[in-house]
């Protein structure tokens, strides 16, 4: 399995931005789909999944009411839209897919099998 983020680039704050994960090879019958972020000097944290069964969406607080996760089907492409972007945004984000599915551990690192090589979106003040 692959994915390709991109999508990353240079922000004020208040703008938005749209990454995009293109998943290929093996196909899931049970997946999460997620991305992460990494900012400077700190650990990887949860940022937003969606659930392959049913759609449901889940988010760290810290975005809630401002990002996005979606998944196109007919592209195999994971999105998340980012608006109302704060300087706290910036990291580097990183899609990810779990192939089990298991909803208890949806917002942990260690439930992804598959990451992408991360995209760099910086929010300026």
């Known amino acids: 399995v692959q994915l390709q983020a991109s999508g990353g680039g240079l922000v004020q704050a208040g703008g938005s931005l749209r990454l995009s994960c293109a998943v290929s090879?093996?196909?899931?019958?049970?997946?999460?789909v997620a991305w992460f972020r990494q900012a400077p000097g700190k650990d990887r944290e949860f940022t937003a999944a969606l659930r392959w069964r049913g759609g449901s969406t889940y988010y760290a607080d810290s975005v809630k009411g401002r990002f996005t996760i979606s998944w196109d089907n007919a592209k195999n492409t994971a999105y998340l839209q980012m608006n109302s972007l704060k300087p706290e945004d910036t990291a580097i984000y990183y899609c990810?897919?779990?192939?089990?599915?298991?909803?208890?551990?949806?917002?942990?690192?260690?439930?992804?099998?598959?990451w992408g090589q991360g995209t760099l979106v910086t929010v300026s003040s």
């Open positions: 090879g093996r196909t899931f019958s049970r997946v999460h």
């Open positions: 990810a897919v779990d192939p089990n599915g298991i909803l208890s551990s949806i917002s942990s690192n260690e439930a992804y099998d598959y």
